[in-house]
């Protein structure tokens, strides 16, 4: 086993890649899915996509001179081999921690890091910024984009190709990995592709074009003349070339899973001075025998001993599936994410109602605004982080219209592992600016329920929020009320402070609440679930009869949110329904992307834990003796 590690462990990478056999290579292969997966089954963590790009990445540090030169991972989560060759090994065991190593890219984290890649699809159009940059600077170094593990099927990358000029220092990977990206050209292409990936078949190509044209008078016209003919049989054979239309220098299709063919087509690339795209092929779980039969489930894996249960995700997927059984306008939409987002089984049993666009969120709304014009009831599920990409769809072709477009919020929470670039706290600051629209945030499984059939049965565009967790445990805290407000007293009860807050921040609420208990003070928790419209004809009489000192606790951006919306509210209530003056604090994501630190909860590094809420009633003026 020591002799088996010895290259991982004694290794200064990236610097001494560039004298490895290949031999050591393998070895160097081997050690570092070894690596991964124990590391990762351990942590959590993208596992299946990084076992894929393990020889990629090893070709990718041994042949560029990094980081002068850059690359840029797409989608980021493919990036824990990069991680690993760029000197951050030995800090793996605190993965998608607090204060531990990112789950993605970050530029402040290394110097290898060129660009932070959290959402997919985005670094071919970084990288034709680099590019540019450095043609306009007159540097000599080359920019890399890797695209794959789906990234290919956002739009960005075909506009970012529409824009990309043949002659920067640019190479675009296309790791391909059973993405459906590529036609099936079968066995005359494979024997193609091998030729083209063998060392010498490039010199053997140059040393060609050089014979032929110093050969005087006909050398010139007898090269082009065979180049035509390869351009027709291989038009002909393959179809026409997508990235040589576009002016792309085009290698491949190739084994990407071969370090060998992988450098070679890497130093022919960089010979050429130019923009060339090079088609690789990838197995996603690769080595590991569990991903590679199953690399959907083992895409992203739990931390070791976290729980399967079932969470919001599954629910809706459970309760969809239901609803559609008996109700044929029902129609399913998702951006890539049907397993994430529990269509899996919707999948399965509606083939002809299921539509996976790929990661293309904005096409997914305008597609269910018109399937809504078209007399359908359209359901689209997406994370809230990725929906922030689709904010002009609904402002102008779902709510300005008007259209009974169902948007389910996955993950509208803190993500404690996945970091900033996956945070679900932006949505409902960017909802509340848009008309026409309900949003609801429901807080358990029964609540959901109630949500999604309202928006199925209504004529409005809904959205429902939720985080990645099960169903409430405290619900049996919030005895009084129906969907929309649950709250733990009755509006005559005397209550020495009163919480206000929505979604799965309540358990820090609650967590308060009994720490005052225990001071003798009573709080009152109120529970929203409705928050667009704001309900304030049934908030109203909780706050009128009482002058306790209120907190509004958010888990979500302080502008424009639920809170800041309230207390606008409250304050612009005509005469006759003015209730008493009393303290008010609001607690929310100040103007911050939540970064994680060490030694700190998430709550606590953003000031909403239990001890920020009883902080804030101190500051109120409520005794709390030690």
Request: proline share 5%; with cysteine; hydrophobic share 45%.
């Amino acid at each position: 086993m020591d002799n088996e590690k010895k290259l991982l462990d004694t290794l200064s990478f990236p610097a001494d890649l560039k004298g490895l056999t290949p031999a050591q290579e393998k070895q160097l292969a081997e050690e570092i899915r070894a690596f991964l997966v124990e590391k990762v089954t351990t942590t959590g963590g993208h596992l299946a996509s990084n076992l894929g790009v393990v020889e990629l990445s090893i070709a990718l540090h041994k042949i560029l001179n990094t980081p002068k030169d850059r690359i840029i991972w797409d989608v980021g989560h493919q990036s824990y081999v990069h991680k690993i060759l760029t000197g951050r090994k030995d800090r793996f065991d605190t993965l998608r921690a607090p204060g531990g190593l990112a789950g993605f890219p970050k530029r402040s984290e290394s110097e290898f890091d060129a660009f932070g890649t959290g959402h997919s699809s985005t670094a071919l159009s970084a990288a034709v910024g680099f590019a540019r940059a450095d043609a306009l600077a007159g540097r000599d170094n080359f920019t890399v984009a890797v695209v794959g593990d789906g990234a290919f099927t956002g739009g960005l990358v075909h506009e970012a190709l529409n824009n990309l000029s043949p002659h920067l220092r640019l190479i675009i990977i296309l790791n391909e990995n059973e993405m459906s990206i590529s036609k099936n050209i079968g066995v005359f292409s494979r024997y193609i592709a091998k030729i083209r990936s063998r060392r010498g078949y490039f010199r053997t190509k140059s040393l060609t074009r050089t014979i032929l044209t110093h050969i005087p008078l006909i050398g010139k016209p007898m090269f082009n003349l065979m180049s035509r003919i390869k351009r027709f049989f291989k038009d002909n054979l393959f179809d026409s070339n997508y990235f040589e239309n576009l002016g792309l220098r085009y290698l491949g299709p190739a084994d990407g899973n071969n370090i060998e063919v992988v450098e070679t087509l890497l130093r022919e690339a960089l010979s050429k001075q130019s923009s060339v795209l090079i088609h690789l092929k990838t197995v996603k779980g690769k080595g590991y025998a569990p991903a590679e039969k199953n690399p959907d489930q083992f895409h992203a894996v739990l931390p070791a001993g976290a729980d399967q249960t079932v969470n919001f995700s599954a629910e809706f997927g459970r309760l969809l599936c239901e609803r559609a059984e008996t109700d044929p306008r029902i129609l399913a939409i998702t951006a890539a994410m049907a397993d994430g987002c529990g269509l899996a089984r919707f999948a399965r049993l509606y083939p002809e109602r299921f539509f996976d666009v790929g990661i293309a969120e904005d096409h997914a709304l305008v597609f269910a605004a018109g399937l809504a014009a078209g007399g359908y009831r359209p359901v689209a599920a997406i994370y809230s982080s990725f929906l922030q990409r689709s904010y002009d769809a609904i402002l102008h072709d779902i709510a300005l219209q008007r259209l009974p477009v169902t948007v389910m919020i996955d993950r509208a929470s803190l993500a404690c592992g996945d970091g900033p670039t996956h945070h679900g706290i932006f949505d409902v600051s960017f909802l509340n600016g848009i008309p026409n629209i309900v949003l609801y945030a429901p807080a358990t499984f029964a609540s959901l329920a109630v949500a999604l059939d309202r928006a199925l049965a209504g004529e409005d565009p809904v959205f429902i929020r939720y985080p990645n967790t099960g169903d409430l445990a405290c619900a049996d805290r919030f005895c009084h009320g129906a969907f929309g407000l649950y709250a733990s007293f009755l509006p005559t009860d005397p209550v020495d402070a009163v919480i206000l807050t929505y979604g799965k921040v309540v358990t820090e609420a609650v967590a308060a609440a009994d720490a005052l208990a225990a001071r003798g003070l009573t709080c009152g928790i109120l529970l929203v679930e409705q928050l667009k419209p704001l309900p304030l004809d049934r908030l109203l009489p909780y706050l009128a009869e009482t002058t306790a000192p209120l907190v509004i606790l958010e888990e979500g951006i302080r502008s424009g949110g639920f809170g800041t919306n309230l207390m606008d509210a409250l304050a612009r209530l005509p005469a006759d329904r003015v209730i008493t003056p009393r303290p008010i604090r609001l607690l929310a994501i100040d103007d911050h992307f939540a970064e994680s630190c060490a030694g700190k909860s998430l709550y606590q590094r953003c000031g909403l834990a239990r001890d920020d809420i009883l902080a804030a009633f101190a500051a109120l003026g409520l005794p709390l003796s030690p």
